[in-house]
T-cell receptor
Framework: AQKVTQAQTEISVVEKEDVTLDCVYE???????LFWYKQPPSGELVFLIR??????QNEISGRYSWNFQKSTSSFNFTITASQVVDSAVYFC?????????????FGKGTRLSVIA | DAGVTQSPTHLIKTRGQHVTLRCSPI?????VSWYQQVLGQGPQFIFQ???????GRGNFPDRFSARQFPNYSSELNVNALLLGDSALYLC?????????????FGPGTRLTVL
């Protein structure tokens, strides 16, 4: 069965610090998708990235970067030079069915607080 | 372009009552999924509808039901409400099936059961 573990419940950093959010997943499939979503205080989940299991290239988007390592079943998310606006709950999610019928399985989330 | 919209925003019900939550997907999106998010937890999948057919169901009792209309909007119904049904209910839409497409989430309906 698929499972996503976000071991860090809460993280607090000072503005401009770098921070890495950990995500470890479990799946028996060889083909799957991994996602990161951001949930600000407003409650609406915001899509950040999707990565399929065949693409292990790391990705950078502005201050955001993602490190996907199949060998350790991890898909970690780093925010460089954090800002107060980055304060939110971040969720890692997994979908293991390429047919699309299998829904996303979310981790419990990591609450990030960036202090000015 | 309008995003995913949900109504109502907040709802207070008492145990045993019935509730209907509504969702309008982004124009052109044919898949709607429903999630329940209990405080302090990640969203948990309830249903996915694609082209008006149920394409997935999570581990929820039969008190939960849903449907998708010809215009792709959707309703989530919960009967015989329990205190444990108190949660944020999120609707998400995607162009195709939710398993591998980017899903766009609405602001949610916060349900409180007293």
């Amino acid at each position: 069965a698929q499972k996503v573990t976000q071991a860090q419940t809460e993280i607090s950093v000072v503005e401009k610090e770098d921070v890495t959010l950990d995500c470890v997943y479990e799946t028996r499939d060889t083909t799957y998708y991994l996602f990161w979503y951001k949930q600000p205080p407003s409650g609406e989940l915001v899509f950040l990235i999707r990565r399929n299991s065949f693409d292990e290239q790391n990705e950078i988007s502005g201050r955001y970067s993602w490190n996907f390592q199949k060998s350790t079943s991890s898909f970690n998310f780093t925010i460089t030079a954090s800002q107060v606006v980055d304060s939110a709950v971040y969720f890692c999610a997994l979908s293991e069915d390429y047919s699309g019928n299998t829904p996303l399985v979310f981790g419990k989330g990591t609450r990030l607080s960036v202090i000015a | 372009d309008a995003g995913v919209t949900q109504s109502p925003t907040h709802l207070i019900k008492t145990r045993g009552q019935h509730v209907t939550l509504r969702c309008s997907p982004i124009s052109g999106h044919k898949s709607v999924s429903w999630y329940q998010q209990v405080l302090g937890q990640g969203p948990q999948f309830i249903f996915q509808y694609y082209e008006k057919e149920e394409r997935g169901r999570g581990n929820f009792p039969d008190r939960f039901s849903a449907r998708q209309f010809p215009n792709y909007s959707s309703e989530l119904n919960v009967n015989a409400l329990l205190l444990g049904d108190s949660a944020l209910y999120l609707c998400a839409s995607s162009v195709g099936l939710a398993g591998y497409n980017e899903q766009f989430f609405g602001p949610g309906t916060r349900l409180t059961v007293l």
